[in-house]
């Protein structure tokens, strides 16, 4: 019932910017967390930037300073504003969401979209 459905990924040169979004659709009543995960060949996925619905972030060490993330509660999204960015950023990268989907129920499921692709090279 729920899905994630991320774009903007594609190819960028290295110090270029690229913006990801993602929208969550279906059965929702409401967003705890919301954000992002990459994984490049080869490594382990590994989280990039999350955000609560109060808008408390969390970023990974290496791209603080670099990448903003931001919500839209009332819109079910999220976007990373990805900046400055390294060879070392290539990967697929995967929306993620946590979602209470009743009213009544207050359990909360995991859900991740499909990836999209952010290459970075010259």
């Known amino acids: 019932q729920v899905q994630l459905m991320e774009s903007g990924g594609g190819l960028v040169q290295p110090g270029g910017s690229l913006t990801l979004s993602c929208a969550a659709s279906?059965?929702?009543?409401?967003?705890?967390?919301m954000g992002w995960y990459r994984q490049a060949p080869g490594k382990q996925r590994e989280l990039v930037a999350t955000?609560?619905?109060?808008?408390?972030?969390n970023y990974a060490d290496d791209v603080k300073g670099r990448f903003t993330i931001s919500r839209d509660n009332a819109k079910n999204t999220v976007r990373l504003q990805m900046n400055s960015l390294k060879p070392r950023d290539t990967a697929v990268y995967s929306c993620?969401?946590?979602?209470?989907?009743?009213?009544?129920?207050?359990?909360?499921?995991?859900?991740w979209g499909l990836g999209t692709q952010v290459t970075v090279s010259s």
């Open positions: 993620y969401a946590e979602i209470r989907g009743s009213i009544i129920r207050r359990r909360a499921d995991d859900y």
């Open positions: 279906g059965r929702i009543f409401s967003i705890n967390t």
């Open positions: 955000s609560t619905e109060g808008g408390t972030t």
